[in-house]
């Protein structure tokens, strides 16, 4: 006989392998275009001085012909204004009514999360003005695995960003694990 748990951890590797190839969730679209003061805190932060992010004269005379954003800024334009007013009750989501295609884990008991790696490929830097939309794919979802934190299950999705005209400017591929804590484990 089946337990309850095995039940719902079937059914939610089941619900996640189902969007494997499908678009989660409608395009982003930036709520800004891209701009040079959102550059010139990227660069500050980072301390990235190169001129072609903020010295207009000096861009303008490059290979660029003008300022370029840095090119793993390429998320951030579309990252939704976080509210943090009830965050907590959504679960950490940064905005109200956001799809979270993890949710079958969550209900299945795989409830901790842990970032594993992140790869860009970027098709080409974006210019001042331009508006980037992104779309995400969920591209895998692994066999269970048995891991020091407790079992899980590691999960890939790849967003491909756009520029105005639809053309794509780059991709993201983000891995994580999705895990069922051990917390006798954790704790030795």
């Given amino acids: 006989m089946i337990s309850d748990d095995t039940q719902r951890e079937e059914q939610a590797i089941a619900a996640m392998r189902a ?45 660029f012909g003008g300022i370029v954003a840095p090119p793993l800024m390429l998320q951030t334009w579309t990252m939704p204004t976080p509210k943090i007013s009830g965050i907590a009750a959504r679960g950490g989501s940064p905005t109200e009514g956001a799809q979270n295609p993890l949710t079958p884990l969550d209900e299945a008991g795989f409830i901790a999360t842990l970032a594993t790696n992140s790869e860009f490929d970027i098709i080409r830097y974006l210019r001042l003005g331009e508006v980037v939309a992104s779309t995400m794919v969920i591209e895998s979802v692994s066999e269970r695995k048995q891991t020091r934190l407790g079992p899980g299950y590691f999960i890939t999705w790849v967003t491909t960003f756009r520029d105005q005209q639809g053309e794509v400017v780059g991709r993201q591929m983000f891995r994580i694990l999705k895990f069922k804590p051990d917390l006798e484990a954790l704790l030795k």
């Fill in 19 to 63: 969007l494997i190839g499908q678009p989660v969730g409608a395009p982003t679209v930036a709520p800004d275009p891209v701009n040079q003061p959102m550059i010139r805190h990227w660069a500050a932060a980072l301390e990235d001085h190169n001129p072609v992010y903020t010295d207009a004269a000096f861009a303008a005379a490059s290979r």
